[in-house]
C-alpha cells in the first residue's frame, strides 16, 4: 500500500515537474530555441513562427507567448510540447511582450504606427483591449510589483504606464531619444523605484524616479581604449540590452559599439566589471537562480553565457539565425 501510494505521488510529482529554461527568438528565422540553464544545452525548440520578436512566460509555466511579426499574432505555445497551439489576431505588427504576475493578461506592444498595447485574456485567448498610447510601442514591461505596465515608444520618445488595475493609461514621460529596453528597481516595500531606460543613439542608460516622473541621471558606458566602435547594423541602438540580478545588487548592460556587457553595482550605478562577449550582443536574461546571465549574440547567432559571480564567460552556445529578444522562467516540461 505505501509503495503503491509512493507511486501515485511521484506520478503527481511528475505531471507537474517544473524546470528553469531560456528562451531564445531568432529574429531572422522561424524558431526559438529553449535552453536548460542546468547544462547549457538547447533542449528543444519551438517552430513555425517567422520572425519571432519578443517571448514571455506565463506564471505558472503552462504556456509560453511569441509575438509574430510576419502574422501580427500573439502565438500562444504550450510549455510542454512546444508547439503552437493558438494565434491570436492583433490591432497591428507586435514588438515586444510581457505577462501580467496573475497570468491575467499579455500585454503586447504594437510596434505599427499610431501605435497601441494589446491585452490579451488568457482565460479565452482574446483580444479584449487596445489601449491608445503616445507613439508606436517597441517594448512593454510589466512592472516587478504587478501594479503597471510600461511601454516605451522609439517615435515619439515616450514612456507610457499603464495601470494594470484597470487597463488605463496613468502617466506618460517624454525623453530627449527613443526609448529601448527598461529594467526596474524596488523600493524595500516592492515597490517600483527607478525606470532604467536605454536610449537612441546614447552609448549608456538612463535612470528616471517612477514616484517623481522625471529622468535623475544618465550613465555613459566605457569606451575600451584601442578598440575600433562598430557602427554598420546598429540601428540606432549602441546599447541594447538590460537585466537586473534577482537580489537586486547588480545591473548588467550590453554594448553594441564594442561587443561586450558590463556590470554595475545598485543602487549606487558604480561599474563593476566588462566582459567581452562578441558582435552585437542584443538582449539579456537571468533565470531565476540567479547564477548565470545569458546574452543573445546577433553577430554570430550565438548565446553567451556570464557566470554572475566570476564575471566570466562560461559558455558559448549555438542558436538560430539572429538570436535577439529572449526571456527565462520555469516551465512546466511534463
Do not use: C
Not at 514571455?56 to 500562444?76: F, H, Q
Not at 557602427?231 to 548592460?253: C, E, F, M, R, S
Not at 550590453?254 to 561587443?259: A, E, I, N, P, Q
Amino acid at each position: 500500500m505505501i509503495r503503491a501510494a509512493l507511486g501515485v505521488f511521484a506520478a503527481i510529482t511528475l505531471l507537474h515537474a517544473d524546470a528553469a529554461r531560456v528562451l531564445q527568438t531568432n529574429a531572422a528565422g522561424d524558431n526559438v530555441h529553449v535552453i536548460d540553464p542546468a547544462t547549457n544545452q538547447v533542449v528543444g525548440t519551438i517552430e513555425d513562427i517567422e520572425v519571432p520578436h519578443g517571448v514571455a512566460i506565463a506564471p505558472d509555466g503552462k504556456r509560453i507567448y511569441v509575438t509574430d511579426e510576419s502574422l501580427s499574432t500573439l502565438d500562444v505555445v504550450d510549455a510542454r510540447t512546444l508547439k503552437v497551439t493558438k494565434r491570436i489576431p492583433l490591432s497591428g505588427r507586435p514588438n515586444n511582450v510581457d505577462v501580467a504576475k496573475d497570468g491575467s493578461w499579455v500585454y503586447v506592444g504594437i510596434a505599427q504606427a499610431p501605435g497601441a498595447v494589446d491585452v490579451i485574456d488568457t482565460a479565452s485567448l482574446t483580444k479584449v483591449k487596445s489601449i491608445p498610447v503616445k507613439g508606436a510601442i517597441h517594448n512593454v514591461y510589466v512592472t516587478p510589483d504587478g501594479k503597471y505596465a510600461v511601454a516605451g515608444s522609439i517615435p515619439t520618445s515616450t514612456i507610457n504606464v499603464i495601470d494594470t488595475a484597470r487597463n488605463t493609461m496613468a502617466w506618460t514621460l517624454t525623453l530627449s531619444a527613443g526609448i529601448r529596453p527598461m529594467s526596474f528597481t524596488r523600493n524595500p516595500d516592492g515597490s517600483t523605484k527607478e525606470i532604467i531606460v536605454q536610449l537612441s543613439n546614447f552609448h549608456g542608460f538612463a535612470v528616471v524616479d517612477f514616484a517623481a516622473r522625471k529622468e535623475v541621471r544618465r550613465v555613459t558606458l566605457p569606451d575600451p581604449a584601442g578598440q575600433k566602435k562598430e557602427t554598420q547594423g546598429i540601428q540606432g541602438a549602441p546599447a541594447h540590452g538590460l537585466a537586473i540580478t534577482p537580489d537586486g545588487k547588480t545591473l548588467w548592460v550590453t554594448s553594441k559599439y564594442y561587443g561586450y556587457v558590463a556590470a554595475y553595482s545598485l543602487p549606487d550605478y558604480s561599474p563593476l566589471q566588462v566582459v567581452p562577449v562578441g558582435s552585437h550582443p542584443e538582449w539579456l536574461t537571468i533565470p531565476p537562480d540567479g547564477k548565470s546571465l545569458y546574452v543573445a549574440i546577433a553577430g554570430t547567432d550565438t548565446v553567451v553565457v556570464v557566470d554572475n559571480v566570476t564575471m566570466k564567460v562560461v559558455k558559448t552556445i549555438p542558436v538560430g539565425a539572429v538570436p535577439k529578444r529572449n526571456t527565462s522562467g520555469m516551465l512546466r516540461t511534463e
